[in-house]
Structure formats: C-alpha cells, structure tokens
C-alpha cells in the first residue's frame, strides 16, 4: 500500500468529475507497471461496472487505455491502465485524455 500520487488524484478528479469520494491510500496493482491501482485495500470486494473509460498516447507513441470502476458498494474500486503493447506506462502527468464526455 502507498499514498496515493497528486498526478493519479489529478486524473480522478477529473475522471469523476468530483462524484466519487477519492481515497488517499491505494494498492499497486501487478501489471507490469503499467499503472494500475486498487483502492480495494483489503481486496474484498469486486467490480462491478465501469465508470468511464479514457486513452491517451504515452511518450512513446504506444495507446494507452483507461478504465475506472466502482465496487458493489458504488465505491472506487480500480483504475486501470492497459498499455496496449504491454510495456510499463512513461508518463501520464498533463494527458489530453479523449473520453466519452469529450
């Protein structure tokens, strides 16, 4: 477990669009930095649907795919990073992120 960073609490922010509460201690997910994060910290609950999906290119030139989920209790759950060739994300700080409210 770790704090959470003020670039992925900037994403949220937006990403939510200030309707979800925004926890402060997150678990890293194994995905190959890539990114991923849990705010299930006790890794008992699931997902249960998307919120809002996102991409951005990374530095390299490589689609990065976005995902954000609540649990059954309407909580943040992940957020999900899938780099599309698999490879650990560079950079997402200042992302021009295109997404369905766009």
Known sequence: MRPL???EFKLLERLTNGQFEIP???RELNDG???SISFDLEKSQSRNKQIISAEYTDTDGVLVDIELTCD???K???LDFWKIDFSPLILFKNLKLTTPND
């Open 76 to 78: 943040l759950f992940e």
């Open 24 to 26: 402060q201690i997150v």
């Open 5 to 7: 960073k003020s670039v």
């Open 72 to 74: 059954n209790n309407g």
């Open 33 to 35: 930095r890539m990114g």
